[in-house]
């Protein structure tokens, strides 16, 4: 069984950045992809970044290209996003997730139902 605890989050001003943190525990992750999605207020989850077992292959959400990174560190068992330029409309909390299956990606895997284990999740909020 796979823990994820997300950290970083917090209130920021538009502009500003933020480096969240995703720690796994419990289990293996290193030979997995592993993502960030987010989920604002009254809005369905929305796909962040993913980024591939070694680091290789890296995907950014069309809304957030540019501006965040997505980064791992496997020995560390950790997984960063480097969140720059924020904006009010990145407000929303950002969860930390492992996809279930170990395999090469045939496209970018930007579904939830591809991923099984989630943290808890990190509110990050952007004042205009």
């Known amino acids: 069984q796979v823990q994820l605890v997300e950290s970083g989050g917090g209130l920021v001003q538009a502009g500003s950045s933020l480096r969240l943190s995703c720690v796994a525990s419990?289990?293996?992750?290193?030979?997995?992809?592993m993502a960030w999605f987010r989920q604002a207020p009254g809005k369905e989850r929305e796909f962040v970044a993913a980024?591939?077992?070694?680091?290789?292959?890296?995907y950014y959400g069309d809304s957030v290209k540019g501006r965040f990174t997505i980064s791992r560190d496997n020995a560390k068992k950790t997984m960063y996003l480097q969140m720059s330029s924020l904006k009010p409309e990145d407000t929303a909390v950002y969860y930390c997730?492992?996809?279930?299956?170990?395999?090469?990606?045939?496209?970018?895997?930007?579904?939830?139902?591809?991923?099984?284990?989630w943290g808890q999740g990190t509110q990050v909020t952007v004042s205009s």
């Open positions: 980024i591939s077992s070694r680091g290789v292959n890296i």
């Open positions: 419990g289990g293996t992750v290193s030979g997995y992809t």
């Open positions: 997730t492992r996809r279930t299956t170990s395999g090469p990606w045939i496209k970018a895997p930007t579904g939830e139902y591809e991923y099984d284990y």
